[in-house]
């Protein structure tokens, strides 16, 4: 019993020093976002400062629409990540729980396309949305990403789970097959799709190339191609650029702390190991 209270004390002392490492950049950014610009360039080693000063925060939302590209990164990661979530569920359903000829193969191919690069289909795409003449719009920006391979693998690994005697059981009831999905299915995969939920939002909310590629007009960019005005060619606003780098972590991190009770369950449900 003392060995194992040193042993999992020593777990303790070690989770709170990766814990730490992995929280300093973090921590450095955001007492760098209420220092002068000065003192970032100057003494950029200086970890905490010896001026505090809110004329970053001022500047950010004084020098460009930081609202509106939050409402963007919003509209655009949250549109997504509900939808993926339905499409991707829907996919991953039917290949873990209804078999058809060449599901095999089609879910195959469907893996194939995540060795794919995005830098490969990006030109194509855009090409594509610029026919149907949606670019610069939340439909042409959300269309591509409503599903992918990674999100249809991940709810096919979590459904593969799910005993068969529960869709058994709903059909000698009556339930439908739709009903089977929405009144089973989904409640069951409820941990899962907290995870992937909390994946997809923080890819897209993060994602820089894709809503640079796809607008052109400051009213329509998210948060992330909206903080870059702040580096020019031969200058850069580190402040603000901090500044908004901390407000853009918050609604991530509030979901994934909403979530964070069924992610490392949904996580075990799905099968996927590191």
């Known amino acids: 019993m003392k060995l194992s209270r040193t042993a999992n004390l ?23 976002s209420i220092k002068p610009e000065s003192l970032i360039m100057g003494h950029p080693e200086q970890f905490f400062p010896t001026e505090l000063s809110l004329e970053n925060y001022t500047i950010l939302f004084s020098q460009i629409p930081f609202f509106r590209f939050l409402l963007n990164s919003c509209i655009f990661a949250g549109g997504v990540t509900l939808c993926s979530l339905l499409f991707d569920s829907l996919a ?77 059981a709903g059909r000698i009831d009556g339930v439908s097959e739709t009903g089977i999905f929405f009144r089973i299915m989904i409640p069951v995969a ?60 918050i609604p991530i991190l509030i979901i994934f702390l909403a979530a964070q009770k069924t992610f490392i369950k949904g996580i075990a449900l799905s099968g996927i190991k590191g």
């Open 190 to 249: 409820v941990a899962s799709l907290s995870t992937l939920g909390v994946f997809h939002f923080m890819y897209n909310w993060n994602d820089f190339l894709w809503p640079m590629l796809m607008t052109n007009t400051l009213e329509m960019q998210t948060l992330p191609v909206g903080l870059a005005l702040f580096q020019g060619e031969h200058v850069m606003k580190h402040g603000p650029m901090f500044a908004g780098a901390v407000l853009s972590i």
């Open 92 to 168: 991953g359903y039917a290949f873990a729980k209804l078999p058809f000829k060449g599901s095999t193969v089609l879910f195959i191919l469907v893996l194939m396309t995540m060795m794919v690069p995005f830098q490969i289909t990006m030109i194509p795409l855009y090409l594509i949305m610029n026919k149907f003449h949606i670019l610069n719009t939340y439909a042409g920006l959300m269309l591509p990403r409503l599903t992918n391979a990674f999100g249809i693998y991940f709810m096919r690994q979590s459904f593969l789970s799910v005993p068969n005697e529960l869709m058994d």
């Open 10 to 32: 020593i777990i303790l002392m070690v989770s709170i020093l990766i814990g730490g490492i992995f929280l300093l950049p973090f921590l450095w950014m955001t007492l760098s």
